[in-house]
């Protein structure tokens, strides 16, 4: 079976091969695309890496996705999910009148060769399975569904290649750059998220010291950035979905919208003065403390007890 995979992030492009080496048959062909360098491929199960440098917008990788996935005669087309990727893999499934199964978090061959899928729905709280029927699938996968293993040691050809010359369908009349996370919070490792809890934008600083300790990043919860404006992004369903090891919810009630965007968290604290609130109930560890009492103590107790 032949796969080609897309993503400008390496760590993206060896977590999906991973995946598919532990869950697909061993005659696996995989095909990877990305713009920038990986160390050894190879140990991650991918067989060809084309490298396309000078990517500049959707239609090309759209045009190099579909021109790689033809001559390698793949039968599964798996992008990054994310805003521009869902947008690519939709109109590849179109051309290639495929099956297109968005944000997959498992995959599977059913007895008769076809792709059998799982996703979340209904904000988190049940799994889809689907199966495609058709020759050709395309599917989206989320940061995090696996851990990148090197141990499949292949030997993977490295092409690089320009990118295919396409006439934009649309032009970017202006950029206006957010103030964003210095690391993206899909990637982040450790998130400190506050919430309503919290009476000031200044006491957020609480929270940003918590996160600097623990070498994480902060965030927060979507009325905090949509109502309050103390952050450009949130985490729930409408806004980042994140799988950091650790996630600490500070003065988050705990709605499903936001519960949607933390499923794939490792482990979960809570931190209400509500013992009822749903994020207490939700979280592997809750504290139920005034955030202002509790978290200063939390903050002088880890400056104590971390190593210099």
């Known amino acids: 079976m032949h ?9 993206a492009l060896i977590e999906i091969s991973t995946k598919l080496r532990e869950t697909l048959p061993s005659n696996l062909k995989v095909y990877g ?3 920038v360098e990986v160390r050894s491929p190879g140990d991650y199960g991918i067989d060809k890496l084309h490298i396309i440098k000078d990517l500049k917008n959707i239609y090309e990788a759209e045009a190099i ?4 996935a033809k001559e390698s005669y793949s039968k599964l087309i798996i992008l990054e999910s994310n805003k521009n990727n869902r947008e690519i893999a939709a109109r590849i499934a179109a ?5 297109y199964i968005a944000d997959c978090i498992d995959l599977k061959l059913d007895a008769d060769g076809s792709i059998i899928a799982s996703r979340m729905i209904y904000a988190s709280k049940a799994i889809e399975t689907i199966k495609s029927i058709s020759d050709v699938t395309v599917m989206t996968m989320p940061r995090r569904i696996t851990e990148p293993k090197a141990q499949w040691k292949v030997e993977c050809e490295v092409v690089y290649e320009d990118p295919p010359k396409v006439e934009a369908k649309t032009t970017i009349v202006d950029v206006k750059r957010k103030e964003l996370s210095a690391i993206p919070l899909e990637a982040a490792e450790v998130i400190v998220s506050v919430g309503r809890g919290f009476k000031r934008k200044e006491d957020c600083q609480m929270a940003e010291e918590l996160a600097k300790i623990l070498g994480g990043v902060t965030s927060c919860s979507r009325p905090v950035a949509a109502d309050l404006k103390w952050f450009n992004e949130w985490i729930g369903l409408s806004g980042h979905k994140v799988s950091p090891k650790l996630y600490i ?4 009630s705990g709605a499903i ?3 949607a965007g933390i499923q794939g968290a490792k482990i979960v604290v809570a931190i209400n003065k509500d013992a009822e609130a ?3 109930k939700s979280a592997d560890y809750g504290v139920v403390a005034d955030l202002y009492e509790f978290i200063p103590k939390l903050i002088e107790k880890l400056k104590t007890t971390s190593p210099k």
């Open 3 to 11: 796969v080609t995979i897309f993503s400008e992030n390496p760590e």
């Open 33 to 35: 695309i990305t713009k």
């Open 65 to 68: 996705i579909e021109k790689v």
């Open 95 to 99: 051309k290639l009148n495929a099956g």
């Open 249 to 252: 919810a500070i003065g988050i």
């Open 257 to 259: 919208q936001h519960l």
């Open 278 to 280: 749903p994020i207490i």
